[in-house]
């Protein structure tokens, strides 16, 4: 499902976003690195940060290494990702993304 929030009036905007979020699920972030190579991952830091605009922050735990992982570096590189609500049917692979 596509939902477009920006032709939406602000109390459906804050029911969308958190019943997205609630309770807590895992999200796929998916993203384009500047040369155009996909990258979806798992994230389950994010939340509402804001229902007009309506925004979703998305929080990033550094590896050992403490480099940024390729979602943080293709978000700063294009400024544009996709926020993957995964459903239930596809709760076994969302499980195998995160290990």
Known sequence: ???DLTSNADHNVYSYLV???SPRPI????????????NIAPYSF???ASCNPPV???TQVNPRDHTNKDTLTN???????VVNIVSHNLVKQMNQSCA
Not at 27 to 38: C, M, Q, R, V, Y
Not at 75 to 81: D, F, G, P
């Open 56 to 58: 979703l922050s998305v």
């Open 46 to 48: 994010f939340t509402v």
């Open 27 to 38: 999200a796929w972030i998916s993203t384009l690195s500047e040369k155009g190579i996909a």
């Open 1 to 3: 499902m596509f939902l």
């Open 75 to 81: 978000l700063l590189a294009t400024k544009e990702c």
């Open 19 to 21: 019943g997205g979020i």
